[in-house]
Nanobody, 127 residues
Framework: EEQLVESGGGLVQAGGSLRLSCAAS????????IGWFRQAPGKEREGVSC????????YYADSAKGRFTISSDNAKNTVYLQMNSLKPEDTAVYYC????????????????????WGQGTQVTVSS
């Protein structure tokens, strides 16, 4: 069974840091790009960041550039999102997702293209 299991969300003060983890199982890790979307109450889901597990190339939304770093441990089939300098506007449910590299190379990081999803983890940043 294909699974993405997330961990690492929580409550943090503005300026603080959190690290999200996404452990993948049941599919070929190296054939996918894996990353995060987030959705705040009343807002549309937004792509945050992803990484190609084939060549390590990364994507960051403008809101994440310079503050978030995505990395992948292929030996552990796990992707990490280090989030620094957090702001209240980063508050959202963060969802890990995976898209096949064949689709990712043609369309980028698009939520409707993702084959697998995690359960979501809440990130709350207080001011």
């Amino acid at each position: 069974e294909e699974q993405l299991v997330e961990s690492g969300g929580g409550l943090v003060q503005a300026g603080g840091s959190l690290r999200l983890s996404c452990a993948a199982s049941g599919f070929t890790f190296d054939d996918y790009a894996i990353g995060w979307f987030r959705q705040a109450p009343g807002k549309e889901r937004e792509g945050v960041s992803c990484i190609s597990n084939s060549d390590g190339s990364t994507y960051y939304a403008d809101s994440a550039k310079g503050r978030f770093t995505i990395s992948s441990d292929n030996a552990k089939n796990t992707v990490y999102l280090q989030m620094n300098s957090l702001k209240p506007e980063d508050t959202a449910v963060y969802y890990c997702a995976a898209v096949h590299l064949y689709i990712f190379s043609r369309r980028g990081w698009v939520d409707n293209d993702c084959d697998y999803w995690g359960q979501g983890t809440q990130v709350t940043v207080s001011s």
